[in-house]
């Protein structure tokens, strides 16, 4: 568990491509990932060239006590202040630290980019994470059917939201 840590959020840069890919390519994060083959490093390194080119991408490490253990992306998809979100831990992170990167990334998506809303989307099957949301304060909003294909199978896809109004933070 963790006491008294020094958390932070920082910007993600070409250095840290390496350490998120292996944190993201890990087998318990990318079965719950709409893309779920092993992504290569050139594939990553695009989609990292391609999305800090865009100012309405967020791509963001959370820091422990000066160790990387988190990725968040928050994507400004719509206007008015409404954002979509996504993130992972390494898998070696300390228990609790899920909660930690949760708050600072809704502190930073409320405070610092000036969100109304924050919006997830969750595979139904990652009831984990669905109750991780919920914990947030995040609100089911609704669910689009059979709207993820894996290769084999179709799956539900669960919607939570968090309007600024509604965050703990505030």
């Not at 990725?71 to 409404?82: A, N, P």
């Amino acid at each position: 568990m963790i006491h008294a840590s020094q958390e932070s959020l920082r910007p993600m840069v070409r250095t840290d491509l390496e350490q998120v890919l292996m944190w993201r390519n890990h087998p318990e994060v990318r079965r719950f990932m709409y893309t779920q083959h092993e992504i290569t490093l050139e594939e990553h390194a695009s989609w990292f060239a391609k999305a800090s080119q865009d100012d309405k991408r967020h791509l963001l490490i959370f820091e422990l006590d000066g160790v990387a253990i988190g990725f968040i992306s928050i994507h400004e998809s719509g206007v008015g202040g409404v954002a979509d979100w996504g993130f992972y831990a390494s898998p070696d992170a300390p228990k609790g630290s899920g909660k930690l990167l949760g708050q600072a990334a809704l502190a930073y998506a409320f405070l610092q980019v000036g969100l109304h809303k924050l919006c997830g989307q969750v595979l139904e099957y990652n009831e984990r994470s669905i109750r991780f949301h919920e914990r947030l304060g995040f609100r089911r909003e609704g669910v689009l059917r059979q709207h993820h294909f894996d290769g084999r199978l179709y799956h539900d896809v669960i919607c939570l939201g968090l309007l600024f109004s509604e965050w703990q933070g505030a």
